[in-house]
Nanobody, 120 residues
């Protein structure tokens, strides 16, 4: 069984910064993509950013230029550096990954979520 564990959420003032971390553990052969989604109160979950095993990244327009995703393949970990935070960034942030448990068996895994609250 593969698990993703997030950390780093909290309360921050508008304009401030936070860094989220997510580490994968369990039966892991390899990890293809990793990324972050978020869900604000009363809204649907939305993509924030993704990164491939080769380091290619993709960002939602709303966070481009403020958020940076990075990855440590040796640690099976992904990070999200969030700068210039706005009140509208307030949400539960979820880590997501495409994990191969073997060469032929893959699954999508979600973390439990970590709350980010930005006060204006």
């Amino acid at each position: 069984q593969v698990q993703l564990v997030e950390s780093g959420g909290g309360l921050v003032q508008a304009g401030g910064s936070l860094r989220l971390s997510c580490a994968a553990s369990g039966s892991i052969f390899s990890i293809s993509y990793m990324g972050w989604y978020r869900q604000a109160p009363g809204k649907q979950r939305e993509l924030v950013t993704t990164i491939t095993s080769g380091g290619s990244t993709n960002y939602a327009t709303s966070v481009r230029g403020r958020f940076t995703i990075s990855r440590d393949n040796a640690k099976n970990a992904v990070y999200l550096q969030m700068n210039s935070l706005k009140a509208e960034d307030t949400a539960v942030y979820y880590c997501n990954a495409g994990v191969y448990e073997s060469r032929y068996r893959s699954l999508e895994v979600w973390g439990q979520g970590t709350l980010v609250t930005v006060s204006s």
